[in-house]
Nanobody, 124 residues
Framework: QVQLVESGGGLVQAGGSLRLSCAAS????????MGWFRQAPGKEREFVAA????????DYADSVKGRFTISRANARNMVYLQMNSLKPEDTAVYYC?????????????????WGQGTQVTVSS
């Protein structure tokens, strides 16, 4: 049974930073791409970032490019999202997601495993 557990969310002022972590278990972590999505109140869940199986390739939504960095530590079954220069519009529940494939994907359909989410609130 695949499990993804996020941590690191919280309340931060605009311009601040947070680092989200996701601990994975239940399958061979290094065989699969991983991603982060977010969902703000009243909005659809949207893609934020993804990383391939080895960590050599990443992809970002335009809204976070240059401010967020996704990374992974395969030896520890962990994936991270470093968020800098946070804006109030980044406020959302952030979800860690495990892909079906080893390669980059940004569509929700490409991810079959989801964490419970962690709240990020950015105050102005």
């Amino acid at each position: 049974q695949v499990q993804l557990v996020e941590s690191g969310g919280g309340l931060v002022q605009a311009g601040g930073s947070l680092r989200l972590s996701c601990a994975a278990s239940g399958r061979t972590f290094s065989n699969y791409a991983m991603g982060w999505f977010r969902q703000a109140p009243g909005k659809e869940r949207e893609f934020v970032a993804a990383i391939n199986w080895s960590g050599s390739t990443t992809d970002y939504a335009d809204s976070v490019k240059g401010r967020f960095t996704i990374s992974r530590a395969n030896a520890r079954n962990m994936v991270y999202l470093q968020m800098n220069s946070l804006k109030p519009e980044d406020t959302a529940v952030y979800y860690c997601a495990g892909a079906y494939s080893a390669f980059l994907v940004r569509s929700r359909d490409g991810f079959g495993y989801w964490g419970q989410g962690t709240q990020v609130t950015v105050s102005s």
